[in-house]
């Protein structure tokens, strides 16, 4: 399977704290995309990092790929209660007629005040 | 808002009934998918359309019959569910199927099957 697989599956941190949360696949990628699911809602996507991309910033999100290892890593600076969500990496899979996203079982972060 | 809506929020049905979900998107986008959300399971991909044509069924039982009317709508009916049917039903959609495309999801249905 080439489904992501997020670690851990659960993480629970204070306001301020940073976040970092793991995510290894298993075959390769051109891209891997991180998204975020506020419970019991739709998933919003976060940030897009191509095989050849080692970082990538956006506002407090720093994402990491790593393709000889097959792994990612997302990390959140200086939480916020509102972050409070399951994160899920993604990873592309060439299907009949074009791509599919391959989506792990999340990291349900809870960032206390 | 994502430009993507879905109704109903929340559904109850029996094992008997027939109900029918629905999605729409406001972004002009090419490709729509469902995906069924279960607790502690990754998200399944169940179908994918593109230009209204079904490209992709995930080996999804015959008691969900997709229908795409037109680029902008999706449809999911059910029929005959049964109890581990229930989960949370997403909608996306992506301008195309390329490997750079993100998807924009609905809020999703919650479907309880009694």
């Known amino acids: 399977s080439q489904q992501g697989e997020e670690d851990p599956q659960a993480l629970s941190i204070q306001e301020g704290e940073n976040a970092t949360m793991n995510c290894s696949y298993k075959?390769?990628?051109?891209?891997l995309q991180w998204y975020r699911q506020n419970s019991g809602r739709g998933l919003v996507h976060l940030i897009l990092?191509?095989?050849?991309?080692r970082e990538k910033h956006s506002g407090r999100l720093r994402v990491t790929l790593d393709t000889s290892k097959k792994s990612s890593s997302l990390l959140i600076t200086a939480s916020r209660a509102a972050d409070t969500a399951s994160y899920f990496c993604?990873?592309?899979?060439?299907?009949?007629?074009?791509?599919?996203?391959?989506f792990g079982k999340g990291t349900s972060l809870l960032v206390t005040p | 808002e994502t430009g993507v809506t879905q109704t109903p929020r929340h559904l109850v049905m029996g094992m008997t009934n027939k109900k029918s979900l629905k999605c729409e998107q406001h972004?002009?986008?090419?490709?729509m998918y469902w995906y069924k959300q279960s607790a502690k399971k990754p998200l399944e991909l169940m179908f994918v359309?593109?230009?209204?044509?079904?490209?992709e069924n995930n080996s999804v039982p015959s008691r969900f019959s997709p229908e795409c009317p037109n680029s902008s709508h999706l449809f999911l009916h059910l029929h005959t569910l049964q109890p581990e049917d229930s989960a949370l039903y997403l909608c996306?959609?992506?301008?195309?199927?390329?490997?750079?495309?993100?998807?924009?999801f609905g809020p999703g249905t919650r479907l309880t099957v009694l």
């Open positions: 359309y593109n230009f209204k044509e079904q490209t």
């Open positions: 993604a990873t592309d899979a060439l299907k009949n007629s074009g791509y599919a996203l391959n």
């Open positions: 996306a959609s992506s301008q195309d199927r390329r490997s750079t495309d993100t998807q924009y």
């Open positions: 075959t390769s990628i051109n891209n």
């Open positions: 990092i191509r095989s050849n991309e």
């Open positions: 972004l002009g986008h090419n490709a």
